[in-house]
């Protein structure tokens, strides 16, 4: 059964950190792009940023400088540091598991964050 299950999200004023991970149990996790997007109320679900199984990194072009994917094989989890948080970084934060073939899409509940002071 594939599980993947975020936590870290919380309430940060404006300026401040936090560190999102995500760990997905249940699937060959070294062989899967992994990556983090984010909901905001009344917004469709965006990218955020992806790390695939050949070692790529993307960003959306709004948290470069500031958000840090990272992902730790060994220990089936992926990481967001999101640093200098905005008011337009709030929302429901989602991890992603995805491989074309075998073909599997994956995701977690997601995670809660707010940017506010």
């Known amino acids: 059964q594939v599980q993947v299950v975020e936590s870290g999200g919380g309430l940060v004023q404006p300026g401040g950190s936090l560190r999102l991970s995500c760990v997905a149990s249940?699937?060959?996790?070294?062989?899967?792009?992994m990556a983090w997007y984010r909901q905001a109320p009344g917004k469709q679900r965006e990218l955020v940023a992806v790390?695939?199984?050949?070692?790529?990194?993307n960003y959306q072009e709004n948290v470069k400088g500031r958000f840090t994917i990272s992902r730790d094989d060994a220990k089936n989890t992926l990481f967001l540091q999101m640093n200098s948080l905005k008011p337009e970084d709030t929302g429901v934060y989602y991890c992603?598991?995805?491989?074309?073939?075998?073909?599997?899409?994956?995701w977690g509940q997601g995670t809660q964050v707010t940017v506010s002071s």
């Open positions: 992603n598991a995805y491989r074309g073939y075998p073909p599997g899409d994956y």
């Open positions: 249940g699937i060959d996790f070294s062989t899967y792009a």
């Open positions: 790390f695939t199984n050949a070692n790529v990194i």
